[in-house]
């Protein structure tokens, strides 16, 4: 699925990774794990195929195969959660029902805040509008940045079981982390170091 | 791509209070003219349709800004660059909607402008016409400045700078065309200018907003 041959990162004039190699197979969970400013989001970001900021090779997915989260969830301040969900689908040209939208924000438990602009959410509510777009995805490879942090039991929770749904259909999962997460499925940890 | 769309449309029009700024600073810019220079009907014939060209230039330029930069703040511009809709019509529809915020109120309030100018009445139509031809090419302008300057620290101050040159094609024959009143020539040359702006620049646009994503 992922491809990394002797990579290297650099920040400024830092080299942040160097010679890193990685190989994700498909249906495979893997969690990247280290400090912070190791260069976990960076690595994240080389594998959506988002940043050429990088020596050595890379053998990466199709785009229409990847769905990225990132520690910027990418919604739009002035459209509610409701209209942030149905955009970020419509970007991957899925377009679901407004009931089924409704649906996949109640399941994180969004309430009436889902008809509220984004800007006057909490962190972890406007997390979960990102969260919500992973019951429509069709993509086989997930790439979720620091997706459990500023969730509270309950969401972690939600997400832990569609991360486990979607590698038990087959699907690739990558995550950043530098907690340990309980996942039911087997999960490769990979520690980066300084 | 109607999702797009509409999302642009939400975007740009939730903003009014800006938009109503910018709009604002323009009246009150064309209003303070005739007070620093001179009332006299003579002088302000002269200037009026220059002045109105201008403060056009400027109003748009100044609301291109916000186009991009929240997105890329945001991270929409990632998902924008992952998805499977075009990043050149994901830009078309940024510059349709910029004209439609602030080119179109411009042409709409023009014939007011005018007459705070005193420009005699046979100009009017012309006038309007020749802005109506002329801001979508600047708002496509626009949109490629501010692509061109997303994420860099002095975006604001380097984008007019950046764009400025290649507003004046569009600025010359679009008043040449208002002051000749309706020779077919300049008209033309404005609809060929138009035609290819909206051709080039989305696509250029779309180079531009990968590379500011990926940095």
Not at chain 1, 43 to 54: E, F, H, T
Not at chain 1, 122 to 128: A, D, H, L, T, W
């Amino acid at each position: 699925m992922i491809h990394l041959k002797h990579i290297t990162l650099h920040r400024g004039d830092k080299a942040l990774l160097a010679h890193f190699e990685l190989q994700v197979a498909p249906g495979e969970a893997v969690q990247l794990s280290g400090p912070n400013g190791v260069g976990k989001s960076s690595l994240l970001r080389v594998c959506a195929g988002l940043s050429d900021d990088y020596e050595g090779e890379a053998i990466l997915p199709p785009k229409s195969d990847v769905l990225y989260i990132g520690h910027r969830y990418g919604l739009t301040d002035t459209l509610s959660a409701v209209e942030n969900l149905r955009y970020l689908l419509a970007l991957k040209d899925i377009h679901p029902a407004e009931s089924e939208l409704v649906g996949a924000l109640s399941e994180f438990k969004l309430g009436q805040a889902m008809f509220d602009r984004a800007s006057t959410l909490s962190e972890g509510q406007r997390k979960r509008i990102a969260l919500s777009r992973l019951r429509f995805s069709r993509e086989p490879l997930w790439l979720l940045d620091e997706a459990f942090s500023a969730l509270d039991q309950g969401g972690m929770q939600t997400l832990a079981e569609f991360c486990e749904r979607h590698v038990e259909a087959g699907g690739t999962l990558v995550f950043t982390s530098h907690q340990m997460t309980a996942l039911t499925v087997p999960v490769r940890t990979i520690a980066l170091q300084v | 791509m109607r999702d797009v769309l509409m999302r642009e449309w939400w975007v740009a029009s939730r903003s009014l209070g800006r938009l109503g700024q910018t709009l604002l600073f323009m009246v009150l810019v064309l209003v303070l003219f005739p007070l620093a220079i001179s009332p006299e009907r003579a002088v302000l014939e002269q200037v009026g349709v220059g002045a109105v060209w201008i403060m056009s230039l400027l109003a748009m330029l100044s609301a291109a800004e916000h186009s991009i930069g929240p997105d890329l703040k945001s991270g929409a511009l990632d998902q924008m660059v992952l998805s499977e809709i075009p990043l050149w019509w994901q830009a078309l529809a940024k510059a349709l909607m910029h004209w439609l915020t602030v080119g179109l109120p411009i042409v709409l309030l023009s014939p007011i402008m005018c007459l705070m100018f005193a420009v005699e009445e046979r100009y009017w139509f012309w006038i309007t016409a020749a802005l109506f031809l002329t801001t979508p090419i600047l708002s496509l302008l626009c949109v490629l400045g501010a692509s061109l300057t997303a994420g860099l620290n002095a975006g604001s101050a380097l984008m007019p700078v950046l764009v400025a040159p290649l507003m004046l094609p569009p600025l010359i024959f679009g008043t040449q065309w208002a002051y000749q009143m309706g020779e077919p020539f300049y008209g033309y040359v404005l609809a060929a200018l138009l035609s290819l702006t909206s051709v080039v620049v989305p696509w250029v646009v779309s180079l531009a907003l990968r590379v500011a994503a990926s940095r």
